[in-house]
């Protein structure tokens, strides 16, 4: 398995607890150093997607579990409860899309790249008011991309209810709003346990990886949306 293309990252979110490294632990890799490191993927009894790997000196390790934070909106200071949640690869899709189960029978879909943007500016594609049925079924068609695309991102919105599951660039589920019972009851299910320590990849350096075929399943998949262009969404909680 090739990693043909990475970019380092810092964790953009405002979650509390949040912190980055000053120094590159990628600066000073031989090719073959950093290949070896690209090329694992298990911690433990944890397996990474392709998309993202932790900083080289391992200042965080993954492991499956979830946490309660909060978001605060920038502008309207609003607090809204959080789940920020990490599962194992071969149980994380099927946990993303019986979270969006809880979301109700229509809901409104971001997709989100950042293959354009150097330094992680992403573009956000919206698709408005469509059934969770119909959606369940693209997601599946397009689990490679939403799985193991570093650059490729998604949320699902239900404007009503203030409700929002997002698929995250670095394959970290955040579910926002309540009654957080609802996604609790869902994680457990998934063998994902609250742990209150639990820190997160994104809670340090990291890479992302992707490929120039991202690119071409992330246009098939804006198209089969239904999206013609890029638009900014309210309801979308930004990050």
Do not use: W
Request: aromatic share 10%; glycine share 6%; hydrophobic share 30%.
């Amino acid at each position: 398995m090739g990693f043909p293309g990475f970019r380092s990252g810092q964790n953009k979110r405002n979650f509390s607890e949040s912190r980055s490294t000053p120094t590159s632990s990628f600066a000073s890799l031989s090719p073959d150093e950093l290949e070896a490191h690209m090329e694992r993927a298990r911690y433990g009894t944890f397996e990474l997607t392709d998309a993202i790997r932790p900083s080289y000196n391992m200042q965080i390790v993954p492991r499956q579990g979830y946490r309660h934070d909060e978001y605060c909106d920038p502008d309207s200071k609003t607090r809204v409860p959080v789940i920020l949640a990490s599962a194992s690869r071969e149980r994380l899709f099927d946990l993303f899309v019986d979270l969006v189960g809880c979301l109700g029978d229509v809901v409104n879909v971001v997709l989100e790249t950042s293959h354009h943007g150097d330094t992680g500016e992403h573009q956000d594609f919206i698709r408005e008011h469509i059934d969770v049925p119909v959606l369940s079924s693209l997601l599946y068609e397009f689990e490679d991309i939403l799985l193991n695309d570093g650059c490729t991102g998604i949320a699902v919105v239900n404007p009503q209810r203030k409700q929002e599951i997002q698929f995250d660039e670095h394959k970290l589920l955040i579910c926002y709003g309540s009654p957080q019972e609802l996604y609790e009851r869902v994680l457990i299910k998934h063998d994902v346990y609250p742990d209150g320590n639990l820190r997160f990849i994104t809670e340090a350096e990291h890479v992302h990886s992707s490929t120039d075929r991202y690119i071409d399943q992330f246009d098939s998949f804006q198209y089969r949306l239904g999206i013609d262009g890029c638009f900014q969404d309210d309801t979308h909680f930004e990050t």
